[in-house]
């Protein structure tokens, strides 16, 4: 494992037994995170975006799900794990510690019936084993610092009496409560209003920044990647078919589906919108592909797309493509 890597994803691939047959919502993603980096992962509606990253965290039901490659991390005390040969007991001790995940609907992190200070309290207890008076003051600290004000009246409420951009701020202090080395956000803002949203946005950066703490975040929105992210993950039919920094992906943009992306999504920063104006719709994922996933919509599709398929190829320094297009660098891997 690189030593400035948090986490390293090889060859991920996840396959669900449904009563329908397999889906294979994961072929193979390859994805790197340094240490203090925000990553963004983008691509419409069905690419594997949480199938994947929800894998980071063991989520899914174990009895219907399988799993292949490898998730290394990094954890608390600087050693390299591998996530998914971690057991059930290993994974509770990095679950919600080393790494945290937040999502569009904080009532999926929160029980609706303890008062959102005293689940934290409780968290900051069993991870971090404080006393309890000891961990209300950290709570209260922690509320001040993510606006979560007044804290003491704060600490006192259920969930059910705040709104959606201060239930989101609890999330985030809950998330962020054992300053994890990885902190998963899946479309944390998509449910709120754009000056919320932007809010929101600032303070998972600033507190991110604080604690070092690497950023996987996840979205529909561009706008919202060029503003927080150092780094982009473009995923399509369950793979990463670009890969690079911001600069990579919105100025030189080497994957077709990337460009149609950049092309479908409104300008402006606000939207929430989904990327719903590339013609056609994402594949579905009974099958494992052999040839380019994207051939079928894509307008530079060549006779050898529909045949063969198109590995991640480098192009210049930690910018990577899946296209026949791009060929021409080195092979990467
Ligand atoms: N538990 C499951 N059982 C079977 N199929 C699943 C399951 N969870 C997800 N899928 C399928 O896996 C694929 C990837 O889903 P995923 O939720 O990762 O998409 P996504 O990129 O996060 O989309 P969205 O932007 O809508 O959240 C989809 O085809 C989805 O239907
Ligand atoms: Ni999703």
Redesign the pocket.
Known sequence: MNEHNVIEIKDLSVD?M?VRGI?Y?VQGVDLSVKEGEIHGVV?E????????TKSIMRL?DEKHTRYSGQILFKNGEGKEVDVLSLSEKQMQTIQGKDIAMIFQDPMTSLDPIMKAGEQIAELVRKKLKMKKSEAKEYVLTLFEKVGILPAEQRYEQYPFEMSGGMLQRVMIAMALSCKPRLLIAD?PTTALDVTIQAQILKLIKELAAENNTSVIF?T?NLGVVAEICDSISV?YA?RICETGSVLDIFDNAAHPYTRALLNSNPKEADTGKYMATIPGAPP??YNKFTHCPFAERCDKCMDKCRKEFPTLKTIRAGHEASCFLSDGGEKNG
Do not use: P, Q
Request: proline share 0%.
């Open positions: 669900f449904t889906v919502a691509g509606s069905g690419c594997g975006k949480s199938v994947s899914h479309e996840i529909h995923m369950g579905l994922l």
